[in-house]
């Protein structure tokens, strides 16, 4: 059984995700720089620690979980960020992920189904044989 052709799309996967990540982090700042509310909730020095980590924690894992600054988990302020125009969050936030969903995570689970569907063929002899 071949697993370049799986191989290849995992690592197609991870390269659009880390992309996607990079450029993400790239167009998020400057629009929400621009955003009046949110300047002024950066203004308390523990939020601008809370945006600065995110922002680093998403590039270097996922950016979707850019979106906990937003969130209002726990009723926390930090976790608060209010933009006077929205769009400069939801919008850009929302295209990435569906970027991403289908530019990454659809294709590493082509990748699963086929190594998952390659192994379905095979018996006992080979995989002991292997």
């Known amino acids: 059984m071949g697993y370049s ?5 995992l690592f197609l996967a991870i390269g659009c ?11 998020n700042y400057p629009r929400l720089q621009e955003d009046e509310y949110v300047r002024k ?5 523990l939020n601008h620690t809370f945006f600065v980590a995110v922002r680093y924690i998403a ?3 996922h950016h979707k979980f850019f ?5 209002k988990a726990f009723n926390s302020i930090h976790l608060s960020m209010v933009a006077f125009q ?11 992920t569906v970027l991403c969903l289908a530019f990454s ?12 569907y390659n192994k379905l ?3 006992q002899v080979f995989y002991t044989a292997v």
Request: proline content about 4%.
């Open 59 to 61: 590039l270097f894992t």
């Open 86 to 96: 929205p769009k400069n969050i939801f919008f850009l936030s929302t295209l990435f």
């Open 121 to 123: 063929l095979k018996d």
């Open 67 to 71: 979106r906990i600054i937003y969130s």
């Open 41 to 45: 909730w950066q203004d308390i020095n």
């Open 5 to 9: 052709i799986p191989q290849a799309l």
């Open 17 to 27: 995700t880390v992309v996607c990540n990079i450029i993400y982090f790239k167009v």
């Open 105 to 116: 995570e659809m294709i590493a689970l082509v990748g699963a189904f086929y190594l998952t």
